[in-house]
């Protein structure tokens, strides 16, 4: 019956009756031939009469040449997939949780129940929508006794879709959970199109099962063709588009996806063009979105080169730097920082990339991104790699990059660096924000992280948006940053309407980078945000890297009124010298000193999901400046030694130097390498005077014939130099960051 309706259908298709890909239904099996392009519908029908195995049989020979590695070899790669992840276990709670949840044939709009009477929430349909656990279901029917109720549960809950669908029955967009959202549109097919190409070696995926899914996935691709025709700011747009431009690779024997591709490469253009910063950095600035993006554009660019289809050089370019920059910001044990909203494992401290630069590695084969890569990508992203990229993992060149300190200045970020072995230094400072979607930011402007000796020293936190304290791990408790009173940086904060979880701040403040210089002696970063304006405080950081040892921060707050100041620093410390020096030690005996150079009044530490943090605070001030040292070490020897009359740091000595200081509350680190000397008027040594116009801060070295001065302050400042032996004066003026030579006349030490 079912052939002669086809045959019925052709003999119409010959008096020329065309039709298009609805994006509101799913159409019948036996309209698919009426959506072909017309010199697709000469190669499958050979003859006047079409069957269902026929088609069938078509789309499974084409998805055998399109699809990222060929459904035939699936169960020579499962035994390599189960012995390289060894989640065979995993699949099977996953897909349980998922089979206890949720009936085959399940509802799609708010409000109802879970199979246990339970409700289903706003978080749950979210994933629901996206069927990440479908995968797991498909992997557990492989792994477990093949029971074909499993693949007749995936068949019915794509069905039970399309019935919500038909009766306009499924969660909208404007709800703030819409399950055709292109987000969520977008991974479902991404999961559909890893199911479909799994089942198809097996016969109880019916020809005419399978036919029910590319039909399916064509009402899914016209209906993101539709809704996706201007840009869209955001992740979201990125994976509805991927998907698209994945479907009309795949499914290019219809008509009308040649506009797919079109449209979507267009997108993913633009999406390339106004989010991926002039540095390479992702505009939400997050590493977890970072990788999501890399992720969009590997499924297209990867599907694209396995069909010969040409991509542009510009877009090409884009995507090798997006991994060019996770290089840039990793940490020197190969992890990376973690950065505003990542939530991959809440409440870790660092990143795994290794991922992302496999996937770097598989497309460049560039052995930079090799020393990032391992012998596997993501479990999700197997099924997404050709055979030939498989044999690729196991034998990975690498090379250590070359990267010192250096800044993404369109992002704000700037990297301190060290070196590339494990235990070396590395610090990184938060002074961006996006101006036109910063929903991921968190209250962390001018924030600092370091790693030293294969640490977090100075951490920061992974987050999840369905976890009730979300609002306080994205605000500045958690973040290694200055505070003022009982202000915090993100305000006003208010949760999506769709009740995921997810929220972000109406306010944040605005950074502004004063001054960064990197040169042999040391790294200086100095910038101010306008966060405590509301309370009437000038607030500006500074942080300088003395190279290979230790950093200082100075944190300075005016203000006409008196107010409470603090510094957070994420971590377990003790105070036994009091506020003035904290301190934590890891298992091996590596620690952290925090020393205060000026005075401060208290300390106090809390913490919550085994996350602590110390404020230091200094009280009842119009104007004061905290001057810290942040200090790694290995083993107890090499610590600041609290009991010591003299405070040395390393070879530096604090308020020992040769220069007679004039001013506020000044404070002079010296060494044989020069003078870092902060809040100062006039310096006087023996053989020349230094005037300023303002309170300066400075570091000096003299060498030879000559005084070397650098501005490490935030203000500009007039600078007379009056050497005793030259009458002659010299007077100048240095920005921030900026040094001058000075010819004294006299050869210094």
């Not at 794509?158 to 292109?182: F, P, W």
């Not at 097996?202 to 840009?231: C, M």
């Not at 390479?280 to 590997?298: K, L, T």
Request: hydrophobic share 40%.
């Amino acid at each position: 019956m079912r052939c002669l309706m086809l045959i019925i259908f052709l003999s119409i298709s010959n008096l020329a009756f065309t039709q298009s890909i609805p994006a509101n239904r799913v159409v019948g099996n036996e309209e698919l031939i009426f959506l072909f392009k017309d010199e697709v519908k000469e190669q499958v029908k050979s003859g006047s009469e079409v069957s269902v195995g026929d088609l069938a049989g078509y789309f499974r020979q084409k998805f055998s040449e399109r699809f990222f590695y060929d459904y035939r070899t699936f169960y020579d790669r499962l035994p390599h997939y189960n012995g390289l992840y060894e989640n065979s276990e995993e699949h099977r709670i996953r897909a349980l949780d998922h089979l206890g949840k949720y009936a085959d044939s399940t509802q799609w709009m708010l409000p109802f129940n879970y199979l246990n009477g339970e409700s289903v929430n706003a978080y749950a349909l979210r994933h629901l929508a996206r069927q990440h656990k479908m995968v797991d279901i498909a992997l557990y029917y492989f792994n477990g006794k093949k029971d074909p109720a499993l693949i007749k549960y995936f068949e019915n809950q794509m069905r039970s879709l399309n019935t919500a669908l038909h009766a306009n029955a499924y969660e909208k967009i404007e709800d703030g959970n819409g399950v055709y959202e292109a987000f969520r549109s977008g991974y479902r097919v991404l999961n559909w199109l890893c199911i479909h190409n799994m089942f198809l070696n097996e016969a109880e995926y019916s020809d005419k099962d399978q036919l029910v899914t590319i039909a399916t996935l064509l009402q899914h691709g016209q209906h993101l063709y539709e809704r996706n025709d201007q840009f869209i700011a955001g992740n979201h747009q990125t994976r509805g588009v991927s998907a698209l431009a994945m479907l009309a690779i795949l499914l290019r024997d219809f008509e009308g996806t040649n506009l797919w591709l079109e449209r979507a490469m267009l997108r993913l253009s633009e999406h390339l063009d106004k989010e991926i910063n002039a540095d390479g950095f992702q505009f939400e600035r997050s590493v977890h979105y970072h990788m999501s993006d890399i992720n969009n554009y590997f499924y297209v660019y990867q599907l694209a080169k396995l069909n010969a289809i040409e991509v542009d050089k510009k877009w090409e370019e884009k995507l090798r730097s997006l991994f060019t920059t996770l290089v840039k910001v990793a940490y020197p044990d190969r992890s990376a920082p973690v950065l505003q909203d990542d939530t991959e494992i809440p409440w870790a401290e660092t990143n795994d990339i290794s991922g992302a630069m496999t996937l770097g590695y598989l497309l460049f084969e560039n052995p930079e991104f090799g020393y990032f890569a391992s012998d596997k990508v993501d479990d999700r992203l197997y099924w997404f790699l050709s055979n030939d990229q498989v044999k690729i993992l196991e034998n990975i060149n690498q090379q250590k990059p070359a990267y010192g300190s250096l800044a993404f200045e369109d992002t704000g970020y700037f990297i301190m660096r060290e070196g590339w072995d494990a235990d070396d230094k590395m610090m990184i400072i938060s002074a961006g924000l996006d101006g036109e979607k910063p929903d991921h930011q968190h209250g962390d402007m001018l924030g600092i992280q370091a790693m030293a000796n294969g640490q977090a020293v100075l951490p920061n936190y992974q987050v999840r948006y369905s976890l009730k304290d979300f609002d306080l791990f994205k605000n500045s408790l958690v973040k290694n940053v200055a505070l003022v009173d009982n202000e915090l940086q993100g305000k006003e904060w208010t949760s999506n309407k769709g009740g995921s979880g997810f929220g972000k701040f109406r306010e944040l403040p605005n950074p502004e980078v004063i001054a960064w210089e990197v040169n042999d002696d040391f790294d200086l970063f100095a910038g101010r945000h306008d966060g405590f304006e509301n309370v009437g405080v000038e607030y500006t950081r500074q942080v300088i890297f003395v190279k290979h040892e230790f950093w200082i921060v100075k944190d300075d707050f005016q203000s006409a009124d008196v107010h409470d100041y603090k510094q957070v620093w994420q971590g377990h410390y003790t105070d036994e010298n009091g506020p003035n020096l904290l301190r934590a030690i890891t298992p091996d005996a590596c620690g952290l000193d925090i020393l205060q150079l000026t005075k401060t009044d208290s300390v106090f530490s809390a913490g919550v999901r085994g996350k602590q943090w110390s404020v230091v605070s200094k009280s009842n001030q119009k104007d004061f400046s905290f001057l810290t040292i942040i200090y790694p070490f290995r083993g107890y020897n090499n610590r600041l030694d609290e009991e010591a009359e003299r405070m040395m740091i390393n070879d530096w000595e604090v308020n020992q130097s040769e220069w007679v200081m004039e001013g506020g509350h000044f404070v002079s680190l010296s060494s044989g390498r020069g003078t870092f000397i902060f809040n100062v008027k006039e310096l006087k040594s023996q053989n020349l005077t230094i005037q300023s116009s303002e309170e300066m801060d400075v570091f000096i070295k003299t060498q030879d014939n000559q005084l070397f001065i650098q501005s490490i302050g935030t203000q500009k400042q007039t600078i007379t130099v009056i050497p005793e032996v030259i009458s002659k004066k010299t007077t100048f003026t240095l920005e921030p960051g900026e040094i001058v030579l000075v010819d004294v006349g006299w050869r210094g030490r």
